[in-house]
T-cell receptor
């Protein structure tokens, strides 16, 4: 059973470009979380999605950031018009659902904005 | 809002010795879950151990055990017989229960070095 997959693992963008980060949850998992880790910091929650629904986006900036988890295919975190402050590691976690379920993390995408 | 505090930015331990990493949290909830995650240089987040707040018994996983003090809101991680592969960042995390799936709240981490 493959783990949570994220791609790309590393992404370099210039200021003003768009960044698209992909997350494929573990097989059988329908719940996806996105977290951001700034250098020397812990992970901070951004958004929680189930298939075709955003459940909680309280941690996601209102502008330039969006997320989706379509019926088919991976979850996408999209950052428009990136700025240097967006440079961070972005982690996706998935769980099968149910209150007592543990979240399992992907390897992360390291975004560098030049 | 819930917060998680790790007061030790860095710790070191001699190989084969025991080390304890501290974590305190603040919540008004009665049902919640606590976790320790390990982040080695590869930056992958690896679940080390998990504790349900309603369970009085401290969780253990091989060389890893916790000391869960609910009244004090303390959740420390003990690593016995430390190995070089234990060197990593360790993050304590909290998740609220009762309300379905909820996100994790992380501390800032403790960097553990293992000395050969």
């Amino acid at each position: 059973n493959a783990g949570v997959m994220q791609n790309p693992r590393h992404l370099v963008r210039r200021r003003g470009q768009e960044a698209r980060l992909r997350c494929s949850p573990m097989k059988g998992h329908s719940h996806v979380y996105w977290y951001r880790q700034l250098p020397e910091e812990g992970l901070k929650f951004m958004v929680y999605l189930q298939k075709e629904n955003i459940i909680d986006e309280s941690g996601m900036p209102k502008e330039r950031f969006s997320a989706e988890f379509p019926k088919e295919g991976p979850s996408i975190l999209r950052i428009q018009q990136v700025v240097r402050g967006d440079s961070a590691a972005y982690f996706c976690a998935s769980s099968p659902g149910g209150e007592r379920e543990t979240q399992y993390f992907g390897p992360g995408t390291r975004l560098l904005v030049l | 809002a819930q917060t998680v505090t790790q007061s030790q930015p860095e710790m070191s331990v001699q190989e084969a010795e025991t080390v304890t990493l501290s974590c305190t949290y603040d919540t008004s909830e009665s049902d919640y879950y606590l976790f320790w995650y390990k982040q080695p240089p590869s930056r992958q987040m690896i679940l080390v151990i998990r504790q349900e707040a309603y369970k009085q018994q401290n969780a253990t996983e091989n060389r890893f055990s916790v000391n869960f003090q609910k009244a004090a809101k303390s959740f420390s991680l003990k690593i016995s017989d430390s190995q070089l592969g234990d060197a990593a960042m360790y993050f304590c995390a909290y998740r609220r229960g009762f309300s379905g799936n909820t996100p994790l709240v992380f501390g800032k981490g403790t960097r553990l070095s293992v000395i050969a």
